[in-house]
């Protein structure tokens, strides 16, 4: 009799933790009709390896810059690990994470984020760290980036967390339970429609425009990483007009570099050198480029980087060329989808776009 | 022993105190009951019933809650 | 530490490994300390009041019993030598130090009790009369004290009337009182009742452990998925009352019911379920409360222990003592018969209910709360011979639908008093009952209105769903236990059950980010 229970009591636990398990991927978010930023950390490991560049930040990386242009004009292979309001710890995690899988020739980190230096926003933590593969980055980018009413507890089990969306299941969230569909571009999301620039913000005075102590520790980790692996790191502001990049966070930010030995590219200053013409180039009132714009950005950056680090043209590379080919023609078929939906729709409907107002 | 009886059929006409002996485990007594029975033997037997007296046992029967008051009474 | 908490599921976990891999006789030692540690979590300094009451009560209780023992010697001693007053001088003057250590021992811990929970109350009532701009001390109240307060104390009087001898071991008796899955919210114990089988070593049976697991888990889903759920339609409808007035007050007397029910209950199952696993039996707290015709049964029903507490401790002490029945005696002289003999009862009911009232919170709510419930047994005991007589005319009793309309009465009844509970203060919970009669609002329930509480449709679905659950366990539970019922099923209908109880709790239950995370009602008691 005790044996019998015992093998039954087993079978009750071990049912009870593959039904949680079940339930724990059938509840999690798939970001596949809406908000598919939550996608971007997870489509990396599949494209890991190879990369020359790897740039780290937030939505002005992984909106600003367009791997494939940076391989179609100059053959580097490039990768955009980034995610929404992706905060500073977040990053040194990621990019640690990053040199797990491999080396890249030079590192690129937007600097917006060192206005961050509390955690912010549960959701957006969730979107940049659910889906991170589990390691010891992964473990370090939780604690520093939980807020107040978040619980360690659950990240290690989402369900904790995701268990409330039991009345909000939809087909979407059975059908994409195992299975991903490829929405990026070495984690670059593209836009094609236009949204020019119609006021530029004013400079809201700030009681303290010091950057906060945990951002230049992070920072600091950053140059320590990338100094001890010998790769060069370089600092760039993206031309973004919002959020307001203030004139004594510039001078920071250059100071910084300066004592660090690095490179610092500000392209809020280099906006007509670059091309950049904000009538045609954004999508959303200047706080994001689109395709057009981040295609100049990337050959402007391109070839810096080209002259600065001598890196390898790959495109003389049979397997690399293959390789990059076919992202090469996923790009361009996204690029055909989206300007045949804003066609047909006025506006990118599957993509994230906003309805006209009437 | 009858005037017991008659300050408890004068509570409840309906019960047969002579033979009944669950009255408190039978929820036929209330706490109401029970205090009203303890001022009634205070005026008919001029004896005090202290609360902890006030237990099951002593309450289930008629006889029992004689043999409390003769018990108090020898006390006395 | 809330019950509905991580670190309590784990502090759970550790104990039970550890409490059948130690000896048999050092279990009641860790559950000691297992209660220390769990006391001290909810703040280190709060230990000193919990080791306060704890050593005052097991000294007094000492010299109590001492005193009674010396009495019992002396007098078997000296059996044939004393005369009848002698004795009864002798056994007089011990009694007059057992009562100095026993009041003693009281008015410091009820002392500090009434300090620590009224002090503000008190001063907020000055302030009001008189004008006068004092501060509040803002103590904070350390954890359970109201009840761990009451249980010693119980304990202390059961000596004080020699029903037991006091407890020798201080340790020991540390443990009755801080009894870990006890302390934060009862059944408030006695201690004859528990100190057997608290203190008695317990091997493993498998019986305990799986009932006591079954009882846990149905005590948090009782929590979570429907208490804790509730509990956000309830903070939107009060925490706005001009906005929901009329029918909505019905809504929050349901609600609240419900929740009240579901949260305490489920709590009282955790406890009582945590217990079983170390194969310690505590009493009953709860026993289908909902199924009461009257409140008199109700009071039978609802906290249990509480009710027996004030039974036995205040209200029988009181209306037989003697300046109580002094008192029936001049009434009933100058009043007659009829009044004279409702005097000491009611006199000790509403001393009774004012001071349950008052345990319950140091606010006029409460107080009132208190005495409507005092009002209310009055009334109905008043009103007993006009039901007799009613019964003898139209013999409605014991069919089902008067039956139905007697458990429906009482449930609307003392939730309706219940709200006192949720308002803000007394005149608003008047003011809201009153709506109900004044603002003809019920199509609010057909258009949406109550969609914008924080519930969805489904979470709705699930209330009813949850609560047809809970009626269908107690309906079950009136001939038998359920669980030996449910023991007698196969296994894979047992262990069917078991998982979608589990299952439910862990997806249903409105725990976690999303959902407003609810302190536990009576957790600062």
């Known amino acids: ?139 370090n980018s939780i604690k520093a980036s939980m807020t107040e009413k978040e619980n360690a507890l659950s990240y290690l089990f989402p369900f904790l967390r995701y268990h409330s969306r039991w009345s909000d299941i939809s087909t979407e969230d059975f059908t994409y339970l195992f299975q991903q569909e490829k929405v990026f571009h070495q984690g670059y999301l593209m836009r094609v429609d236009v949204r020019p620039v119609t006021t530029y913000p004013a400079a809201t005075p700030l009681p303290d425009y010091q950057f906060g102590e945990t951002a230049y520790e992070y920072l600091d980790k950053m140059v320590a990483l990338c100094k001890e692996k010998g790769i060069p790191l370089v600092l760039i502001k993206a031309p973004s007009i919002y959020p307001y990049w203030y004139d004594e966070w510039e001078e920071q930010i250059e100071a910084y570099a300066k004592e660090h030995d690095l490179l610092y590219i500000n392209f809020l200053e ?66 055909a989808d989206q300007y045949r939906e804003l066609e047909e729709y006025g506006y990118l409907k599957s993509y994230g776009g906003r309805k006209p107002e009437e | 022993m009858e005037a017991l009886l008659e300050i408890l059929k004068g509570l409840h006409p309906e019960v047969d105190f002579e033979t009944c002996d669950t009255l408190v485990d039978d929820k036929i007594l209330d706490s109401f009951d029970i205090i009203t029975i303890i001022t009634e033997i205070n005026t008919e037997y001029d004896v005090a019933v202290p609360a902890e007296e006030i237990i099951p046992e002593n309450f289930n029967s008629a006889e029992a809650l004689y043999d409390l008051v003769e018990r108090l009474q020898d006390e006395d | ?87 009864k001088r002798y056994k007089a003057s011990m009694k007059k130090k057992t009562k100095r250590w026993m009041l003693a021992c009281i008015l410091l811990n009820i002392g500090l009790l009434a300090v620590l929970k009224y002090t503000d109350f008190v001063i907020s009532n000055i302030n009001g009369i008189f004008h006068t701009g004092l501060t509040f001390m803002n103590f904070a109240l350390p954890m359970g004290i109201s009840f761990y307060t009451f249980q010693s104390m119980g304990y202390l009087l059961d000596v004080y009337r020699a029903k037991y001898p006091a407890q020798e071991n201080a340790a020991k008796f540390a443990l009755f009182v801080s009894f870990f899955p006890q302390v934060i919210q009862g059944p408030i114990s006695r201690y004859n009742d528990l100190s057997g089988t608290l203190y008695e070593p317990h091997s493993l049976e498998w019986r305990n452990i799986s009932y006591g697991i079954q009882r846990i888990c149905w005590g948090f889903f009782k929590k979570l998925v429907i208490a804790d759920r509730l509990l956000v339609a309830v903070k939107s409808l009060v925490s706005t009352p001009d906005e929901y007035m009329g029918v909505y007050v019905v809504l929050v007397i349901l609600f609240y019911a419900i929740e009240l029910y579901a949260d305490f209950t489920g709590g009282i199952d955790i406890t009582i379920g945590i217990a079983q696993v170390f194969g310690v039996k505590l009493a009953e707290n709860f026993e289908r409360p909902f199924f009461s015709k009257n409140i008199t049964e109700y009071w039978r029903r609802w906290h249990i222990t509480m009710g027996t507490w004030f039974k036995d401790y205040i209200f029988y002490p009181i209306s037989v003592c003697p300046w109580m029945l002094r008192l029936s005696k001049k009434s009933r002289e100058v009043f007659g018969k009829a009044i004279g003999k409702r005097v000491p009862v009611y006199l000790a009911t509403a001393i009774v209910w ?86 003809a609002n019920w199509n609010e329930l057909f258009n949406g209105g109550v969609m914008r509480l924080g519930l969805t449709m489904p979470d709705y679905l699930v209330l009813v769903l949850g609560a047809l659950v809970m009626l269908a366990v107690s309906l079950a539970g009136r001939s038998g236990s359920v669980r030996d019922k449910l023991a007698a099923k196969p296994v894979p209908v047992r262990y069917l059950v078991y998982y979608v109880l589990i299952l439910s709790m862990l997806v249903l239950g409105a725990y976690g980010i999303g959902y407003d995370s609810s302190q536990f009602i009576y957790n600062q008691f």
Request: proline content about 2%.
């Open chain 1, 270 to 335: 280099l906006i007509d050198e670059v091309g950049i013409d904000f009538t045609t180039d954004t999508y959303d009132n200047g706080l994001h480029l689109n395709l057009s714009g981040a295609e100049k950005l990337s050959r402007y950056l391109g070839g810096i980087l080209q002259e600065t680090y001598g890196l390898t043209d790959h495109r003389s590379e049979l397997e690399t060329a293959a390789k990059w080919q076919e992202k090469v023609n996923f790009y361009y078929d996204m690029k």
């Open chain 1, 1 to 139: 009799m005790k044996k019998k229970r015992a093998i039954a009591l087993l079978l009750l636990i071990g049912l009870l933790i593959g039904g949680l398990w079940f339930l724990q991927r059938l509840f999690m978010p798939k970001y596949v009709d809406e908000i598919f930023e939550g996608r971007l950390i997870e489509e990396y490991y599949e494209n890991a390896g190879g990369n020359d560049v790897m740039f780290i930040g937030d939505c002005e990386a992984y909106e600003n810059f367009s791997p494939i242009t940076l391989w179609e004009e100059y053959g580097i292979t490039s990768y955009i690990r980034g995610s929404s309001q992706q905060l500073i710890w977040q990053s040194y995690y990621l990019m640690e994470e990053t040199l797990q899988y491999e080396t890249p020739d030079v590192m690129v980190f937007n600097v917006l984020s060192m206005k961050y230096n509390e955690p912010q926003n549960e959701a957006y933590n969730r979107m940049t760290l659910d889906n991170m593969k589990w390691s010891m980055s992964k473990w």
């Open chain 3, 354 to 439: 004012f001071t349950t009232g008052l345990w319950h919170g140091a606010s006029w709510n409460f107080i009132v709360w208190g005495m409507l419930n005092f009002l209310v047994i009055v009334i109905s005991q008043e009103l007993e011979p006009l039901y007799a007589k009613f019964h003898n005319r139209f013999h409605v009793s014991g069919k089902t639908w008067y039956n139905a309309f007697q458990i429906l009465r009482t449930f609307w009844l003392m939730g309706a008093i219940r709200i006192l509970d949720v308002y803000r203060d007394v005149p608003l919970s008047f003011r809201q009952v009153g709506s109900i009669f004044t603002t």
């Open chain 3, 1 to 87: 530490m809330l019950f509905t908490s991580y670190s309590f599921i784990l502090f759970l976990t550790v104990m039970f490994l550890l409490y059948y891999a130690v000896p048999k006789k050092c279990q009641w030692m860790l559950l000691l300390a297992g209660s220390y540690c769990f006391y001290a979590y909810s703040g280190i300094h709060f230990l000193a009041f919990i080791l306060l009451t704890t050593v005052s009560t097991w000294y007094s209780a000492r010299r109590i019993t001492r005193i009674q023992e010396q009495q019992a010697a002396y007098l078997k001693e000296h059996k044939a030598s004393l005369d009848k007053e002698q004795k």
